[in-house]
């Protein structure tokens, strides 16, 4: 069992910036890969960005030099810088981790991002 609490999220304006911070607990040892997805109202969850246990990163294409996401192996926390905010980054963050085998999945509940222009 893992579990996955972010925090960091809140209200900016456009422009800003704002860090997200994930943690994990629990079965940490199962995980390989974490990621950041959101989701905008009345729009599916996309990937915003991921980062394997090496550090081996990619990020969708619309926040690729904005956005920057980083790992702590030490604290067991997952990061995600973001600059340069735009109202349509607006959406609930999610932060995912995948086991080391890919055979499992854990999901956070959420941090509101708002941007306001």
């Known amino acids: 069992q893992v579990q996955l609490v972010e925090s960091g999220g809140g209200l900016v304006q456009a422009g800003g910036s704002l860090r997200l911070s994930c943690a994990a607990s629990?079965?940490?040892?199962?995980?390989?890969?974490m990621g950041w997805y959101r989701q905008a109202p009345g729009k599916q969850r996309e990937l915003v960005a991921t980062?394997?246990?090496?550090?081996?990163?990619n990020y969708a294409g619309s926040v690729k030099g904005r956005f920057t996401i980083s790992r702590d192996n030490a604290k067991n926390t997952v990061y995600l810088q973001m600059n340069s905010l735009k109202p349509e980054d607006a959406a609930v963050y999610y932060c995912?981790?995948?086991?080391?085998?890919?055979?499992?999945?854990?999901w956070g509940q959420g941090t509101q991002v708002t941007v306001s222009s």
């Open positions: 995912n981790a995948e086991s080391l085998s890919g055979s499992f999945q854990w």
């Open positions: 980062i394997t246990l090496g550090g081996s990163t």
């Open positions: 629990g079965s940490i040892f199962r995980i390989n890969a």
